[in-house]
């Protein structure tokens, strides 16, 4: 079974490595403007569906397991996309002070065979209240631009946190984990057996 990761976010793909399982990195190709649901669960179970899809399309080897994710941030149901620059970034970290901000992981397996999981894990931080300064100070150090929400939660990102509620951090990271192996036992592969 080739497994495959439709992403090229480096954070997801170093997540997988944790599970010690042996992977290919596939770019899906995938248009995720052609979404605009506004509940952010349907759209990140839409979204790693659609990843899913897309690089199943494009003739990987096989047998093969895909493995699409992807997060959305909300911020009371208004969802945060990527912000992209500072000054977006910088918008989005002040409406946040002091707030809770739900983080939403939609993950999909799906195999050459038609067998297909989509599940979806959430996570929730809430941000301390931060001064202009120091979100300043911090979007400077870190630029997180590419990040939902502003933040990398695995890196200086943890500084602005107050607070978290969730069973597995790497959710809030980009792949949870713990719902990936409870996904692989479901398709029959136990990671434990698995890693060499």
């Not at 480096?10 to 506004?38: G, M, T, W």
């Not at 669960?41 to 990843?51: I, N, P, V």
Request: charged letters at 20%.
């Amino acid at each position: 079974m080739n497994l495959i990761l439709a992403s090229t976010s480096p954070y997801r793909a170093k997540l997988l490595e944790n599970l010690r399982l042996p992977f290919q990195i596939l770019d899906p190709q995938f248009d995720e403007s052609c979404h605009v649901e506004q509940d952010p669960t349907d759209r990140c179970l839409r979204l790693a569906e659609g990843k899913a899809r897309a690089a199943a399309g494009q003739s990987p080897q096989t047998p093969y397991l895909i493995i699409a994710s992807d997060q959305v941030a909300s911020l009371r149901g208004a969802i945060l996309h990527k912000p992209g620059n500072f000054d977006r970034a910088f918008e989005q970290l002040a409406a946040c002070r002091g707030q809770w901000v739900d983080f939403n992981t939609g993950l999909c397996l799906l195999s050459n065979e038609g067998f297909m999981l989509t599940r979806t894990e959430g996570f929730a931080i809430r941000f301390r209240n931060l001064t202009d300064t120091q979100i300043t100070r911090y979007l400077n150090l870190e630029q997180p631009y590419d990040c939902a929400g502003s933040i990398k939660a695995e890196s200086l990102g943890i500084v602005v946190l107050d607070d978290t509620r969730g069973r597995d951090l790497n959710t809030l990271l980009g792949l949870p984990l713990m719902l990936l192996t409870e996904m692989l036992a479901e398709a029959g592969i136990d990671v434990l057996n698995k890693i060499n």
